[in-house]
Every structure is written in structure tokens, then in C-alpha cells.
């Protein structure tokens, strides 16, 4: 959805047409390495999350790239709302603590990937509730919803777009937000503080950047052509209809972001017993 606010506006500052390369896996960073060895004339570009910038570095040993150095930050995106979904025979958030509680280690959850978002919000709702899940790592959220929805996983952390459809026509039941307020899009739905447990500490959020070295005057081009994006009426309608919440924009903001993360992620993942692999 990002990918589609971006694409056209792009196109039209730089003369030419960008292509959507998905290239999941590893909790993103398979995409994240291949643009950080890309050439730095601007015909490659990142929109990477806060899974491959900051919080793979903790997960992965070889990361094969350094977050802050071995790119060119254009700027902040989006920041995205999450949701708690489970399978329908899952009627409520209480019901999966109960049964939790009940059998230890039975129930399961999908992620994608070690120290990825999804996998940290789990680790703090487990540990905040007491009870214990398997957890099952997939390539990206797609496949693990997947799984969620033949009923093989019982539940999940994503973000709002991938399972809104599946939510609102009753495939998936939406358990919680894990969020204060509750969402303008979904507002049948719970959050976590309702529930017992406020303050999760743990955000999705999206940047576009390229490889290291971007000429200056092609990096200022980029960071206009994000503004001027996502300032348009359509994206706006988009972003607010997908749960997508603005950040600050430009490039300072983004160092700034991901300076910040690395050190606030270091210590959830310190916390919750996570260590390089």
C-alpha cells in the first residue's frame, strides 16, 4: 500500500517507472542487504521497516550490512496500527489466556522471523500475562497468515492491512489492538489497555532510503517527491483507510528514528533472551 502512494509520484518527478520488487525473507533483511550492495545512483530503493533497520541487527549475527552507514536515509513514512488475529474458533482475548494458562506451550503463534515486530510484541504480551506459545517463524506475514487461517496457527500479531479483508469477512477474528485508542478503522475491536495491559512499547514503522552514497542533489529530489506523495488528497484517504498513521518526514528525522529504536530494541531483546543467530 506504501509501495502504491509512492510509485506514481515518483514516476512523475524522475521521468521513469519504479517497479514494486518484493524480496521477503529473514525478517526483511534479504531485501534490506540487496539494496544496501546496490549501486548508488537512485534506480535502487529501500522501503524498509523498523524489522531491517532496527531490530534485525540484535537477531542476526552476519546481518551483512550496518543500519545507519551502509545507507542513504530519505525519509520517514508511515507508521502502522497492529492487530491480535486468530483463528475464528478464538472468541475473545480472554479465551486464548485461558487456554494458555491451561496448556502450557500448546497454542501457537506466527511471526515473520525472529526479533521481527510481530515476534516482540508476542514475547511482551506472554510475558505480561504469564503464559507460554510456540512460536512458528515464517518468511513474511502472508504465509503465516495463511497458516492462521487453515487453522494450523492459532494466532498472530500484524500489521492492519494484511488481515483487514480476512477480519472483516470473518476469516480471522480480531482479538486486540495493541495500541491506547482504539482504532477509528476497527473500533468493535479492543485494545490492549481495555485488557489489562497498557503501554506496549513496540511500533511497525516504514522509510524509504537507498545505498550509501546517493548524490546529495538526488537525495534532496527523493525526499521532495516523498513529501509531495504522501501530501496528496488520494494518499491521505489511503493511509487513514489501511490504518497508516504519518511520521515526521525527511532524512534527519529518519537517523534520528533509527538511533532511537536500535537502543530501546537492544534492551527488549536483552529482556526477552534473544540473541544473535
Known sequence: ?????????????F?????????????????????????PDGATLLLGSNSGFTQAPFAYRNLGYDPLADFTHISLLYSSAYLLVAHPRWGSFERVIEAAR????????????????????????TERTGIEM????????????????????????????????????????????PHDERLAAMPQVPTTRELGLPGFLVSAWWGLAGPANLPPPL????????????GRPAAQRLADEFGLLPLPLGR?????????????????????GITPE
Open 1 to 13: 500500500m506504501i509501495g502504491r502512494i509512492l510509485q506514481d509520484r515518483l514516476g512523475e518527478s
Open 219 to 230: 537525495a534532496a529530489a527523493l525526499e521532495q517527491a516523498v513529501r509531495d506523495a504522501v
Open 15 to 39: 521521468g521513469s517507472s519504479f517497479v514494486l520488487d518484493h524480496k521477503p525473507g529473514a525478517s526483511t533483511t534479504v531485501g534490506v542487504r540487496y539494496v544496501a550492495r546496490a549501486r
Open 102 to 125: 491451561r496448556e502450557p506451550g500448546k497454542l501457537s503463534y506466527g511471526t515473520w522471523g525472529l526479533g521481527s515486530t510481530a515476534h516482540l510484541l508476542m514475547l511482551e504480551m
Open 252 to 272: 534527519e528525522a529518519m537517523r534520528d528514528r533509527i538511533r532511537r529504536d536500535l537502543v530501546q530494541n537492544e534492551g527488549l531483546m536483552r529482556r526477552a
Open 134 to 177: 510456540l512460536h512458528v517463524p515464517f518468511g513474511g506475514p502472508a504465509p503465516a497468515l495463511t497458516e492462521i487461517l487453515a487453522g494450523r496457527v492459532d494466532m498472530m500479531f500484524t500489521t492492519f492491512a494484511p488481515a483487514r479483508a480476512h477480519v472483516m469477512e470473518g476469516r480471522l477474528r480480531a482479538l486486540a489492538a
